[in-house]
């Protein structure tokens, strides 16, 4: 179901600008409303990669380097960013089409920022996007002990397809793990 933004309805009410103060706890959800801002998400440009690499070292085990993520944008792949209005990076969105299918790889919200729904909003986006663009599904990897990914997928509308055994290598402290595999039909 498209959003009031997405299909141009209740325009002439001024929505309010996406304005997270860091200050507030995660556990307080900021009164902002996300689809005003959807405007501002855009593509990554080489600018960005710098922060979208500090971004995927605070949220993810295995931080790729700025080289690879680099090569991600250079490639056309989609990565898409989506900065405050302070000019803090809160979320990004790495994604592979191949033929009529997306590969999510990542998809990141800044601590700061994370309960707020956010992250809801750009996959919500990119799922749109995707849609409009006559792609037939999504597909995703996300670590087993991920429990508030798997519920954000699932209340997406992503679905459970299966299991990779130790997918994730041991890395520093952190075992071995697998993947749930998930897909979405668009």
Not at 36 to 62: K, P, Q
């Amino acid at each position: 179901m498209q959003s009031r933004a997405a299909t141009g309805r209740n325009r002439s009410k001024r929505p309010k600008r996406l304005s997270i103060d860091p200050d507030v706890s995660a556990q307080q959800t900021p009164d902002v409303d996300m689809s005003a801002s959807l405007a501002d998400i855009r593509r990554a440009v080489t600018n960005d990669i710098y922060d979208i690499y500090m971004l995927n070292c605070a949220s993810f085990v295995e931080a790729w380097s700025v080289m690879a993520l680099g090569m991600w944008q250079e490639r056309g792949d989609t990565l898409d960013v989506w900065y405050s209005h302070d000019g803090r990076l809160a979320a990004y969105y790495l994604g592979q089409d191949v033929l009529d299918e997306v590969h999510i790889m990542q998809i990141a919200v800044a601590p700061e920022f994370r309960l707020s729904g956010l992250g809801r909003r750009l996959m919500q986006y990119e799922i749109e996007r995707k849609r409009a663009a006559g792609m037939a599904s999504m597909h995703l990897e996300v670590r087993a002990s991920n429990r508030a990914a798997q519920k954000l997928y699932t209340s997406l509308g992503f679905e459970t397809v299966g299991r990779r055994n130790a997918y994730y290598a041991a890395f520093d402290n952190h075992p071995a793990e697998d993947a749930i595999l998930m897909s979405f039909n668009l």
